[in-house]
């Protein structure tokens, strides 16, 4: 049984300038100890998406509704408050790209992670404090027990986005959702913080949602990736599998649009025309269209479901197979 | 020989910082960039780049006139221009421009893209106030955005598009030389991929040179022809783009090129990764010797210390003991 199974999910936000549905009929599911890549352009839902599985997505103007969205055996859309606090921040926990939207400024890093302990596992002060540096020097901090004494903005960004990756693993949640937990650090501090994630991964077997656009640490951390474009998936496939042959046109983009440290470095890159459209008016049929160069008349009259190619991927490309045959336009 | 467009000599630049918690405002040199030299030919590009906090901005900015060196010399076509008064450096602010990483923080939102690109010429008097409009539209061409929005606010505008907004600025008076910091660093890959070729084709078509100031080094290696490595104020590496990407002999730039993921599942998995510990030292206390040291995994082979006691001078490749390396 997977550990998080999400069938259909809407989330909607009713705002002046008309309805935008983020997410609009995403399903996917999770396996334990597995690591889902997500990616896409700014704006595409998919921080919407792991808020809605967090129930953080403000309401109003909000409104989430899912066919199923299911935690082992618990219908994450049937808890109470109480139930969803006990849930969030320790089966299930969140690091995001800044840290400082998750820590707060007045407390110490002590007081933070303490807290954490404290409220979901009702340990002793003395006993939340010894793991709280524990937790620290897990995350590869240096000095744990005097940055416990410290405040956030007394420490670099990389040690803060360390000091919320601590946090988000104290409970040793089951699942993780990483929401470009690196893009803004250095590369060198990214590596750090990925080797580490997968040090932890190994260690307690947490299963990952790792959001980012940056498709080289997609490849290195993804056993596989979901593609979104415009609030639905795009494509789906095992990490190998999407980066070899891609079936949608957009995943096709994206890899076409990434510069490389070898091969040909002088050509242009492949970038993808236009912009992401804007959710409140989107185009009929397929949302990729007017920036697709595989466009047939079929893609202006109806909206490409997901297709299922087998093998555990899928595609919602009218012009999938044609795709398929045409090998080597993204590399 | 003519001489090179910019010349950079032993620039520094230091700021003085109050300490915090000390009483009676007591200052400290906080080494931001600290003895950077090279140079830069007509039509060439050159990549500078480092962990954050190592001095590239503030290398960019001192460049452009916006700080006064604390020491060194900028020569523009043989002329030292970092010592002129503000009046005299005039017509060298046309010249040398400058576009940063966020767009949107760099325009004013108030002005229509009209006004933020008439402005330069305005104040540099350059064209007739009816020509100015035809060529602001002229610039939006150029940098591939729809002429007839010349009366829209930024805010109507897309990241990436906004970034046009900031190149077609900066191309409004015709300069040499474009000081780009971390232009696509805010952009997503298919957008950056728009406004890397879109900066490809503007040099090849006005002649320009970049300073192109990137975290990103697949960026770098995609369009500079050579690359300088910085690293707490100091250039540690300077090389021909191929030279620098396929044999680098700083292991400060090996670290970085190590550090980055490639986009393919099959590489990316497994690769062995030189796994730089802790952060950049603070500026305000650079290490002795190597500066790198503290966080070298090499150093090891190079014998009596040297590494913690004596500074590598930058030799015709890079600034290390390691022999053969330098
Ligand atoms: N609280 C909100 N109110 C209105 N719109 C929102 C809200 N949160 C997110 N959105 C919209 O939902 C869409 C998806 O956003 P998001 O999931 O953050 O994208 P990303 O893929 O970049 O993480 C965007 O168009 C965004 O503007
Ligand atoms: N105006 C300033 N006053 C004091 N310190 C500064 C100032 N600007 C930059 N610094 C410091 O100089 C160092 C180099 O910064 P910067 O040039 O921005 O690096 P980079 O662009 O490589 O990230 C940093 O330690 C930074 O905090
Ligand atoms: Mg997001
Ligand atoms: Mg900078």
Redesign the interface.
């Known amino acids: 049984m997977p550990i998080l199974d999400v069938q259909n999910l809407r989330v909607r936000f009713e705002t002046h300038h008309g309805v935008v549905r983020a997410v609009d009929g995403v399903s996917f599911s999770l396996e334990e100890g597995e690591t889902l890549g997500l990616v896409g ?2 704006g595409s839902g998919k921080s919407v998406t792991n808020l809605a599985l967090m129930g953080l997505i403000p309401s109003p103007p909000g409104v989430v509704e899912a066919d199923a969205m299911r935690f082992e055996d618990r219908d994450l859309l049937g808890l109470s408050d109480a139930e969803l606090r006990s849930v969030r921040g320790n089966e299930i926990s969140m690091i995001f790209q800044d840290p400082m939207t998750s820590l707060n400024p007045l407390l110490t890093v002590g007081r933070q992670l303490t807290e954490v302990l404290e409220v979901h596992e009702r340990v002793s002060r003395r006993e939340a404090r010894r793991r709280a540096a524990a937790g620290l020097g897990d995350v590869g901090i ?1 000095e744990p027990e005097r940055r416990l004494d410290q405040y956030p903005h007394e420490l ?4 803060r986005q360390r000091v919320m990756i601590a946090m988000g693993l104290l409970c040793r949640p089951r699942v993780l959702l990483a929401d470009e937990p690196t893009t803004a650090l ?7 913080i ?2 580490l994630m997968q040090k932890l991964q190994h260690e307690y077997g947490t299963a990952i949602i790792l959001v980012t ?8 951390m ?1 056993d596989r990736v979901n593609v979104m474009y415009a609030g639905r998936l795009a494509e789906t496939a095992g ?2 599998e999407l ?1 070899d042959d891609p079936r949608h046109p957009y995943t096709r ?10 091969g040909d ?2 050509a ?6 236009g ?1 992401p459209p804007d959710l409140a008016d989107l185009p009929a049929g397929c949302a990729f269209r007017p920036r697709c160069t595989f466009e047939t008349e079929r893609c202006a009259a109806e909206t490409p479901p997901l297709f299922d190619l087998g093998g555990g991927r899928s595609s919602a490309c009218l012009e999938r197979d044609a795709l398929g045959q045409h090998q080597g336009g993204a590399q | 020989m003519s001489a090179p467009l910019l010349e950079v000599r032993d620039l520094h630049k230091h700021f003085e910082v109050g300490s915090p918690g000390l009483f009676g405002g007591q200052q400290e040199t906080l080494r931001a960039v600290d003895g950077v030299s090279f140079e830069l030919a007509r039509g060439e590009t050159l990549g500078l780049v480092g ?2 906090g190592c001095g590239k901005s503030t290398c960019a900015r001192t460049l452009v006139g916006l700080y006064p060196p604390t020491s060194g010399q900028v020569m523009y076509e043989g002329e030292e221009i970092s010592s002129l008064s503000h009046r005299d450096r005039a017509p060298f602010r046309r010249k040398i421009q400058m576009i940063f990483q966020d767009p949107y923080a760099s325009l004013d939102p108030r002005q229509t893209v009209s006004s933020i690109l008439t402005e330069p010429l305005r104040i540099h008097r350059l064209a007739r106030p009816r020509q100015r409009r035809l060529r602001a539209m002229q610039l939006l061409d150029a940098v591939g955005l729809n002429p007839r929005h010349i009366h829209r606010f930024p805010h109507e505008f ?4 906004r970034q046009r907004i900031g190149i077609a600025r900066a191309l409004a008076l015709e300069p040499d030389l474009i000081i780009c910091d971390e232009p696509v660093s805010a952009l ?7 406004v ?2 879109l900066l ?1 084709e503007l040099q090849e078509r006005f002649d320009l040179a970049y300073l192109f100031i990137a ?5 770098v ?2 369009i500079c022809d050579r690359v300088a490595v910085m690293y707490l104020g100091k250039v540690v590496e300077l090389a021909e783009r191929d030279a620098l ?1 396929d044999d680098p002999r700083h292991p400060y730039t090996r ?15 497994g ?1 062995e ?1 030189i ?5 950049v030292p603070s500026p305000l206390d650079p290490p002795t010797g190597c500066r790198f040291h503290p966080r070298c995994v090499e150093r090891g082979e190079v014998p009596d210390n040297r590494c913690v006691t004596v500074a590598p001078e930058l030799g015709s490749r890079s600034a290390c003991h390691l022999p053969g390396q330098a």
Request: proline share 5%; hydrophobic share 40%.
């Open positions: 352009e700014s240096p670099s960004g990389g040690m250095d590369v060198t501090i990214q590596a750090q990925l080797e656009h940056d498709l080289g640490v997609v490849a290195g993804s990490a190998i980066f983009g994206l890899l076409g649009s990434v510069p490389r440290l070898s470095t002088d242009d890159l492949d970038s993808i025309m912009s | 962990e954050s897309s990241g990436g598009q997503d890959v298919s957008i950056q991929a728009q890397v070729n490809g975290h990103d080094l697949a960026v290696r995609h990407f670290a970085l090129l190590s550090a980055v993921p490639h986009p393919d599942p099959r590489i990316e998995r690769r990764r796994v730089l510990e802790g952060d």
